[in-house]
């Protein structure tokens, strides 16, 4: 995780290019973010630049949509909501 002060948290984050879409270096990219998520005990939601990814990508937990609490039955078995370029 980066902290403040880290430069690539004052970048403005380019968008995610259509040829990226569904490659490996994408997959990459969201998997690297889901796992820094998970390991966060209270997180619900994540940025690409908070793991120096430098594009317009956030993770949004699962159960955040249905309204559950991390330590809610089945919530953490809901799959992760990915947003490619946001606006």
């Known amino acids: 995780m980066r ?6 948290l004052r ?13 490996p270096e994408l997959d990459a990219m969201i998997a690297t973010m889901k ?3 998970r390991d966060e005990p209270f997180g619900v939601a994540i940025a690409a630049p908070q793991v120096g ?7 949004v937990r699962g159960y955040v949509f249905e ?3 991390r330590a809610d ?3 953490n ?6 947003f490619i370029n946001p606006v």
Do not use: C, H, W
């Open 3 to 8: 902290v403040d002060g880290d430069p690539v």
């Open 67 to 69: 309204n559950l609490r």
């Open 35 to 37: 796992k820094a998520l």
């Open 53 to 59: 990814i430098s594009y317009r990508i956030f993770v």
């Open 11 to 23: 970048q403005k984050a380019l968008p995610v290019p259509s040829e990226m879409i569904g490659t």
């Open 77 to 82: 078995d809901l799959a992760d909501v990915v």
């Open 73 to 75: 039955p089945g919530a």
